[in-house]
């Protein structure tokens, strides 16, 4: 093929808008369409660890997160008594691997994305409706009678995934029956300082509090609950303090001086593992192949080494079909991983019985480092395996 392929990504949220970057930067030309009339994020933060970074950089992308966020320095677990249980060696090991993990407010990660592309491959208010497969390429229809056309279809769709449905069949969300509430909030304390991120475990709750930069703090807590309950959910920052009686005073001040509205509330989710992404022209990428919980903070960062490994085989395959089996056959076992890992950490995290608190308590204060080393980096740590990497674009172009 003579003219560069072009490539249609459904959906403009991390995984779609990344993905558009890489490819871009490869010479593909790309097409970008969002449901959304407007591309505004959930008013939350996330992290961005140190492996999601590694993956762009392999490419030769620098979002230069540290000027959007607060690089983690200190990470650590807490009872709600408010004893230290363990820090966590995360920014040792981010930093070991020659990046930093960053936490930052979704609205800055979009704008960090933002900056690295020409707003004009984004078309907004088109929600994808009909997919047409032909021989030579591929047809996408949207609600509001527009119709594009392309070589390739990523569903970078989310969840929801309009073409994971097209794909595999509509199949039912797993639900985790706990919920989720997320705020960011300007707010100082002295515990609270530069690359700050806490976790205070309870029993079938918690809280995070996290500094993100620029005198913010980004805070989720949860609570067990059922999942129908948890969708119907509208109570105020009381009633979500009514859940951490007796916790640390930190707890209830940064609740407390979060206004209301500014919190938002989400039902815990994921979905089963499936290994079946795509066929022909099509594949999924980020949320809409891999959806998962979010206690090993790595839902996006899956999506950044999805996007990553998808410019890789792109550029290495002349078969652009081909290229996309192997990028499935590349994420795949990587990101089964996480959805698994990500869902039993969840269970441990949340579980309400006292005395296997303790017990799960008492195993993270004395497990010994190494193990604890050897778990954390399998995440952590973006492989380049798989991937013929040459020397412009090796995983040591932007290391520190
Ligand atoms: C409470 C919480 C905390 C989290 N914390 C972290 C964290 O700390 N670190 C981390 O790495 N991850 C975290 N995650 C996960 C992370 O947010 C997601 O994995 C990530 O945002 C997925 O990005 P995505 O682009 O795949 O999907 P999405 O962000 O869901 O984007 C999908 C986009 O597709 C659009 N769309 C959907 N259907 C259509 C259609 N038919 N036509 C056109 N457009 C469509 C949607 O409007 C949306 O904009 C967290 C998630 C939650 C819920």
Redesign the pocket.
């Known amino acids: 093929m003579n003219r560069p392929l072009k490539v249609i990504i459904?959906?403009?949220?991390?995984?779609?808008l990344t993905t558009a970057i890489v490819l871009r930067q490869f010479g593909y030309v790309v097409e970008v369409?969002?449901?959304?009339t407007t591309l505004r994020t959930a008013g939350?933060g996330?992290?961005?660890?140190s492996n999601?970074i590694a993956a762009l950089s392999s490419i030769g992308i620098n979002l230069k997160l540290e000027h959007f966020g607060a690089p983690i320095k200190c990470f650590e677990i807490r009872n709600i008594r408010d004893r230290l249980i363990r820090k966590l060696p995360i920014p040792e090991i981010s930093s070991s691997n020659g990046f930093d993990s960053v936490c930052i407010s979704r609205k800055a990660l979009q704008e960090a994305l933002l900056q690295q592309l020409d707003k004009n491959v984004i078309h907004i208010g088109?929600?994808?409706?009909n997919i047409t497969e032909r021989n030579d390429g591929i047809s996408i229809h949207f609600a509001d009678g527009r119709e594009t056309h392309g070589d390739l279809l990523i569903g970078?769709?989310?969840?929801?995934?309009?073409v994971r449905d097209y794909i595999q069949g509509n199949k039912s969300i797993r639900t985790a029956d706990y919920i989720?509430w997320?705020a960011i909030t300007r707010y100082q304390h002295p515990q609270i300082t530069s690359g700050y991120v806490g976790h205070y475990w309870g029993t079938g709750k918690r809280i995070g509090l996290i500094d993100i930069g620029g005198g913010e703090v980004y805070w989720?807590g949860t609570a067990n609950m059922h999942t129908e309950q948890a969708h119907k959910w509208q109570g105020n920052n009381r009633d979500i303090l009514s859940y951490y009686k007796g916790w640390p005073d930190i707890v209830s001040d940064i609740i407390l001086q979060t206004p209301s509205e500014n919190i938002i509330a989400?039902p815990a989710q994921d979905r089963p593992f499936s290994s079946c992404w795509g066929k022909g022209r099509i594949t999924l990428?980020?949320?809409?192949a891999h959806?998962?919980l979010?206690s090993l903070?790595?839902?996006?960062?899956?999506?950044i080494e999805d996007a990553s490994v998808l410019g890789h085989v792109l550029r290495q395959q002349s078969d652009p079909v081909s290229a996309l089996r192997q990028y499935e056959k590349i994420r795949i076992p990587r990101t089964e991983m996480l959805v698994n890992a990500s869902r039993t950490l969840s269970e441990v995290e949340q579980d309400d019985r006292f005395f296997h608190c303790l017990k799960r308590n008492l195993s993270l204060q004395f497990v010994p480092t190494k193990t604890l080393k050897k778990g954390l980096d399998k995440s952590l740590v973006f492989s380049a395996d798989g991937l013929d990497l040459d020397a412009n674009t090796s995983l040591s172009s932007f290391r520190r």
């Open positions: 459904i959906g403009a949220g991390i995984g779609g369409y969002e449901q959304a939350s996330l992290s961005v660890m999601a088109a929600k994808a409706t970078a769709d989310g969840i929801y995934s309009f989720a997320l989720w989400v990428l980020g949320d809409a959806p998962m979010t903070g790595q839902g996006a960062g899956m999506a």
